[in-house]
Antibody, heavy 117, light 111 residues
Framework: QVQLVDSGGGLVKPGGSLRLSCEAS????????MSWIRQVPGKGLQWISY????????YYTDSVKGRFTVSRDNAKNSLFLHMNSLRAEDTAIYYC??????????WGQGILVTVSS | QSALTQPPSASGSPAQSVTISCAGT?????????VSWYQQHPGKVPKLLIY???KRPSGVPDRFSGSRSGTTASLTVSGLQPEDEADYYC???????????FGTGTRVTVL
């Protein structure tokens, strides 16, 4: 069965960096676009980035452009989100999601990132 | 990019129907068939209910249906059940920016 496992979250100071990982199983990882989506606790969902199957096309929402970098390792069935220059407003639960047919059909369990001094 | 507009809340009695709207523009909801809907129970991961405007993934009850008129998409939940009480989000691909944009979310209460 399709499974996505998010990891790497935690507490980081403003201006700091963090790397999130998403390990996929149960499907051919290299055949799918993948996305990162976040949600401030108690608030709505925000799409932040997606990466093409081969990693050559990547798009970011404006608020993270230049600070966040998405990458993938198809050999290891893994997706990454490198977050730099973190701000308090980046505090959220981060989900990786399989992206197909213009939607997000499977989601990771989510990982909390807290940016605070 | 602005979020798609949904009503903050909706409600209905068991067995009734409730319809949630999702207002966008010709650059997103009205321009592409990549409109999807998600259900999220408190503390849980969002679940895909509808994709490509009106298609249901396997396992999603046919009580959930999607439609679109112009730049507004809608999700109808028929035969409301207590377990349908949750937050619902629409989402659309925006071709103008190659982004995805979510709706503001609607909390459905089963009275």
């Amino acid at each position: 069965q399709v499974q996505l496992v998010d990891s790497g979250g935690g507490l980081v100071k403003p201006g700091g960096s963090l790397r999130l990982s998403c390990e996929a199983s149960g499907f051919m990882f290299s055949d799918y676009y993948m996305s990162w989506i976040r949600q401030v606790p108690g608030k709505g969902l925000q799409w932040i980035s997606y990466i093409s199957m081969n990693g050559r096309s990547i798009y970011y929402t404006d608020s993270v452009k230049g600070r966040f970098t998405v990458s993938r390792d198809n050999a290891k069935n893994s997706l990454f989100l490198h977050m730099n220059s973190l701000r308090a407003e980046d505090t959220a639960i981060y989900y990786c999601a399989r992206t197909t047919n213009g939607c997000f059909d499977y989601w990771g369990q989510g990982i909390l990132v807290t940016v605070s001094s | 990019q602005s979020a798609l507009t949904q009503p903050p809340s909706a409600s209905g009695s068991p067995a009734q129907s409730v319809t949630i709207s999702c207002a966008g523009t010709s650059s997103d909801v009205g321009g592409y068939n990549y409109v999807s809907w998600y259900q999220q129970h408190p503390g849980k991961v969002p679940k895909l209910l509808i994709y490509e405007v009106d298609k249901r993934p396997s396992g999603v009850p046919d009580r959930f249906s999607g439609s679109r008129s112009g730049t507004t998409a809608s999700l109808t939940v028929s035969g409301l059940q207590p377990e349908d009480e949750a937050d619902y989000y629409c989402c659309s691909y925006s071709g103008r920016t190659n982004f995805y944009v979510f709706g503001t979310g609607t909390r459905v209460t089963v009275l």
